[in-house]
């Protein structure tokens, strides 16, 4: 299973910053940020977070996140 530190490591690798993440997820660049530290944000925006990352780099095989 795929953890926030890997897909911040991808996000960073990637050279997006997180308020283009936030973009591309609908939410807020406050919700990235407390997403990547392991705070608490809503499941649908931890889902929305991880689908715009998928997307962005084309990782079809990407798993689910718990």
Not at 8 to 33: F, N
């Amino acid at each position: 299973m795929i953890t926030r530190e890997e897909l911040t490591a991808i996000r960073k690798e990637g050279g997006l910053t997180q308020e283009e993440v936030a973009k591309l997820a609908s939410v807020s660049r406050l919700t990235v940020l407390k997403w990547e530290k392991g705070g608490n944000v809503r499941p649908s925006s931890a889902k929305a977070i991880r689908e715009a990352l998928r997307d962005f780099f084309c990782l079809d095989k990407m798993p689910e996140w718990s």
